[in-house]
């Protein structure tokens, strides 16, 4: 399966523009031949939007976001994996939603909160498995931080992943180069899964990107890579049976499950 990611510029607060753009990266993905499009953390709200604009502007699992995205992937004949601010009663996630729209949806809800920034303004979920299938292949979310804690993607692993989707806002500096540059690989490599990172780029007036979105195969090796400055399109086949000799290599799963 040929996946898309767009690397993206989000305006922050501005959910019209954003949309516009993700539904623009929907129809150059489709005509590059994707069956499914990933766009970052937050996407929708821009990540940097602030607490009064993540209250304006969520929106329920199944409510116009979702209706407006799933209209999109529709039209353009693949899924969409985003972030939005999602309202439920009282409370707003930072979470990510999967839509083919045409019946299947998903919501993944951020458990690993980062900083005060996220948790003064999110609830966090408890940690979760939230899996869909898409041309025969199992994809599992996670968001951003919950990447960066070993278990999260090993759960996904363990629970049959072969994709796993990280919407993500890691922000310009050391750290989060080393992340892009070196985490996301071995968290490929250890679980013998693809994994998709997918980042901002840019800056709005809270946050500077670090952008460095990637995309890693089960041998650890990167099927593509976006520069740490703007916005990109991202291509990538997505084909679990090329890494047969890896999986029989780096037997991690199958090992953890013998010292049961």
């Known amino acids: 399966m040929r996946i898309a990611a767009l690397q993206m510029h989000a305006i922050a607060g501005d959910g019209e523009a954003n949309i516009e753009r993700i539904a623009a990266a929907a129809a150059d993905a489709a005509a590059g031949g994707a069956k499914l499009l990933v766009v970052p953390e937050l996407a929708v709200t821009g990540y940097g939007?602030?607490?009064?604009a993540f209250a304006r502007l969520a929106s329920p699992a199944t409510g116009d976001v979702a209706r407006r995205l799933g209209a999109i992937a529709r039209d353009n004949g693949l899924a969409i994996v985003t972030?939005?601010?999602?309202q439920e009663g009282a409370h707003v996630y930072n979470s990510a939603l999967f839509t083919d729209g045409i019946g299947t949806n998903a919501v993944y809800r951020k458990s690993h909160l980062y900083g005060e920034y996220e948790r003064g303004v999110f609830r966090p979920a408890a940690p979760a498995s939230v899996m869909v299938e898409l041309g025969g292949i199992r994809l599992g979310m996670l968001i951003c931080y919950d990447v960066e804690f070993p278990e999260n993607v090993r759960r996904l692993a363990l629970a049959g992943a072969d994709l796993v989707i990280v919407p993500t806002a890691l922000p310009k500096g050391s750290s989060g180069t080393f992340i892009a540059s070196h985490m996301i690989q071995v968290r490929a490599f250890e679980n013998q899964v693809f994994v998709a990172y997918i980042n901002h780029c840019g800056a709005d007036d809270r946050f500077t990107y670090a952008g460095l979105s990637r995309i890693a195969a089960p041998d650890g090796k990167l099927l593509a890579e976006a520069s740490a400055?703007?916005?990109?399109?991202?291509?990538?086949?997505?084909?679990?049976?090329?890494?047969?000799?890896?999986?029989?290599?780096?037997?991690?799963?199958?090992?953890?499950?013998?010292?049961?």
């Open 83 to 86: 972030g939005f601010a999602e």
């Open 49 to 52: 939007a602030g607490e009064a």
């Open 229 to 260: 400055e703007g916005e990109t399109l991202l291509f990538a086949e997505i084909r679990p049976e090329d890494y047969a000799k890896s999986r029989s290599e780096n037997t991690y799963l199958v090992d953890l499950a013998r010292q049961g």
